[in-house]
C-alpha cells in the first residue's frame, strides 16, 4: 500500500504523542540505521506491563485499534513503513487517543533494535506484501529470516498470527515455518468459513477489500520454537 506523497506528513506523525520518534545513531544518515531508545522500555512508555502486541504492515491501522478497543489490558503497537500510509493511523488514534497504542514508521527488518528478547506477545502479519520473484523470497515477512528476527523478540510460548488472501505465499510461509520448527497451532485457507477461528475475528482493510471480491483468505496460527 503506497499513498501519494503527503505534505508535512512526516511532521504530523512526529508531533503525535502516540508515535515514536527516531533518533540519529550518529554513525550514518541512512534512515534506516537510525537508532531507537524503546529497546527494553516498553513497560515506561506504556506506564504499565501489559502484554505487548505488534502488528507489522499495518497499514491504516483500523485492525489494530479495534483490537485495542476490544482489550484495553493489552498494550499495542503498529508497525508501518511508509509515512503517507501510517499517517492515517496516527490521525486516528490522535482523535481517539486509546492509551494501549502507539505507532512507529518504521521497516520491519529493524525489529530486534526496537524490541528486547522476550518484549513481545504475539505478532500479526495481515497481508503481507507477496514479493512473488523468488530472488525476493528474504523480503517476505514471514521467510525464515524474518521467523528469526521474531524469536528473537518473542517471549517463550509468543505467538504470530498471519492472514493474507495469496496462496502462494501462505504456502511458502507454512514451508518457512516448518523449516525453522515453529508449531503451526492452527491453520485454514478459508478462514471466513471456519466458525472457530472466526470467533474472533477483525477484518482488515484489505480483508474487507478482497473478500468482497470473492476471494478466500488463509489464516495460520503459529508459536515460537
Ligand atoms: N495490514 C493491512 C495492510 C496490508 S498491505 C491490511 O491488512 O489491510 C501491507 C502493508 O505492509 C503496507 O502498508 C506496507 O507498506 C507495509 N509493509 C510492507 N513491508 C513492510 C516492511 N518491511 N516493514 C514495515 N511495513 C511494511
Known amino acids: 500500500m503506497r499513498l501519494r506523497n503527503i505534505k508535512g506528513c512526516r511532521e504530523i506523525i512526529a508531533a503525535s504523542r502516540y508515535t515514536i520518534a527516531e533518533e540519529r545513531g550518529g554513525r550514518t544518515s541512512f534512515e534506516d540505521r537510525y537508532s531507537w531508545s524503546v529497546k527494553g522500555r516498553w513497560t515506561e512508555i506504556f506506564e504499565n506491563d501489559h502484554p505487548v502486541r505488534i502488528e507489522i504492515g499495518m497499514g491504516k491501522g483500523a485492525f489494530l ?40 514508521r518504521m521497516e520491519a527488518e529493524n525489529i530486534n533494535d526496537v524490541f528486547a528478547p522476550g518484549e513481545v506477545d504475539r505478532i500479526y502479519l495481515n ?44 504456502a511458502f510461509s507454512m514451508e518457512e515455518a516448518n523449516a525453522a520448527g515453529w508449531k503451526i497451532l492452527a491453520m485454514t485457507e478459508d478462514l471466513h468459513n471456519d466458525p472457530d477461528l472466526m470467533k474472533d ?13 470473492g476471494k478466500a483468505i488463509c489464516a495460520m496460527h503459529l508459536e515460537r520454537p
Request: charged share 35%; glycine share 4%; net charge positive.
Open 65 to 104: 485499534m479495534e483490537l485495542a478497543r476490544r482489550h484495553p489490558q493489552i498494550n499495542y503497537v503498529g508497525i508501518e513503513k511508509y509515512s503517507s500510509v501510517l499517517l492515517r493511523a496516527v490521525q486516528k488514534q490522535d482523535q481517539e487517543e486509546l492509551p494501549n497504542v502507539r505507532l512507529i
Open 127 to 170: 497481508f503481507s506484501d507477496p514479493w512473488p520473484k523468488e530472488a525476493h523470497a528474504s523480503r517476505r515477512l514471514t521467510s525464515r529470516i524474518f521467523l528469526e528476527r521474531y524469536r528473537g523478540i518473542l517471549k517463550e510460548q509468543g505467538k504470530i498470527e498471519f492472514k493474507t488472501d495469496n496462496k502462494e505465499l501462505f
Open 201 to 213: 475475528n477483525i477484518m482488515t482493510e484489505y480483508e474487507t477489500r478482497w473478500s468482497q471480491e
